[in-house]
């Protein structure tokens, strides 16, 4: 019997209004992410206006006001990255957090073209009194926790592959993603990429908006505020796409696949193991991390000869930064950064 029609993916909901949704990225063979199958995630409804330029201002020597064709016309620059919400695979810890409940979808890839923050905050002058650069969004604003804002250090605001980006994969941004205008923070969890980004202000203080000074926090404890800090640079991760868990198996060969990134230095290699870590197996990578140091990596290994029983099949990707992915990830109250080794349960018959 042929199928109707052809066979689709499709996004999954985990929450409405807003819009929270999860891409199915096991499923995903190609190395970007196509941009209907991107996940979303937003801390407020979308906006009901829309943000037509953006302005540079703060402790700057000359602000500016630009329009998106004046920021279009310049010299533009593109950066393949994927992008990681911290709140990925938090349903995977232990005890369990609150929050959006995430799964694995919450990481979705594309190439982002657009001008660099730097040269914007260049052209304005930055003053030397500046200590931070805060994107503002416009979406929430007059609630309680203010519209959507983010503050990046100085050294990250000036790095040139920071962007104000106008098209991703290609096409200008959707309005869902940000649309016309969003921040693109390479090898950063994405909260700091703020869609429908307004207004930069350059600030001599540290900022205090919510999603800056209480969200986005590490918090170690359960009941105590003691220890925080604030979420940054991507772990170092890994996800097996093909066998899925809980899957039953043919004997015979599989290739086990899937994907590592991290967001310092580059992924230095991928081992699976299927025997619960005692021996460690190479995975052949698929792009060379060098080439586009924020991307992921697509990686496999070929299993032989598998016999019928139980079997976990764990991933786990270290870095050129030294960093190697944990047994167990760091329990944190809001679920930001899980990054434990990566399994998959199978049964062979
Ligand atoms: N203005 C604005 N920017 C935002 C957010 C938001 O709610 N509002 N969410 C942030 C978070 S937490 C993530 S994970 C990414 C999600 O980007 P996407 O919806 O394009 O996938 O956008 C970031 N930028
Ligand atoms: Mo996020």
Request: aromatic share 12%; hydrophobic share 35%; proline share 7%.
């Amino acid at each position: 019997m042929k199928p109707s029609r052809p066979q689709q993916l499709f996004r999954k909901t985990v929450t409405m209004q807003p819009e929270n949704q999860s891409s199915p990225v096991r499923w995903i063979t190609d190395w970007m992410t196509p941009d209907g199958l991107w996940y979303r995630r937003n801390h407020y409804n979308y906006p009901a206006s829309k943000v037509d330029g953006l302005q540079v201002v703060g402790a700057v020597r000359c602000p500016l006001t630009l329009s998106c064709e004046d920021i279009r016309s310049r010299p533009a620059k593109s950066v393949v990255s994927v992008m990681e919400c911290a709140g990925n695979r938090r349903t995977l810890f232990r005890p369990r957090v609150y929050g959006v409940p995430w799964n694995e979808g919450a990481i979705s890839q594309a190439e982002w073209t657009g001008v660099p923050l730097r040269d914007l905050l260049q052209e304005a002058g930055i003053c030397s009194t500046a200590r931070e650069v805060v994107c503002w969004g416009i979406d929430g604003e007059g609630k309680d926790k203010g519209p959507f804002a983010r503050s990046l250090p100085l050294g990250k605001s000036l790095h040139p592959d920071t962007l104000v980006a106008y098209a991703q994969n290609g096409r200008l941004l959707s309005p869902e993603h940000g649309a016309p205008l969003r921040l693109i923070v390479p090898g950063w969890y994405a909260m700091a990429s703020v869609k429908w980004l307004s207004r930069i202000e350059v600030v001599t203080e540290q900022f205090q908006g919510y999603y800056q000074k209480e969200d986005y926090h590490y918090y170690p404890f359960p009941h105590s505020d003691e220890g925080k800090r604030p979420v940054t640079v991507l772990r170092v991760n890994s996800l097996i796409r093909y066998p899925h868990d809980f899957s039953v198996l043919k004997t015979g060969h599989h290739r086990v696949e899937g994907l590592a990134w991290t967001g310092k230095g580059v992924i230095r290699r991928v081992e699976v193991s299927v025997d619960r870590g005692e021996h460690w197996h190479r995975a052949r990578l698929q792009q060379r991390p060098w080439d586009h140091p924020y991307a992921w990596v697509q990686w496999s290994w070929n299993w032989k000869d598998l016999q019928p029983g139980k079997y976990e099949i764990w991933s786990r990707a270290a870095d050129t930064a030294g960093r190697m992915q944990p047994l167990r990830a760091k329990w944190n109250r809001k679920g930001y950064g899980y990054n434990a080794v990566c399994r998959s349960r199978v049964q062979v018959e």
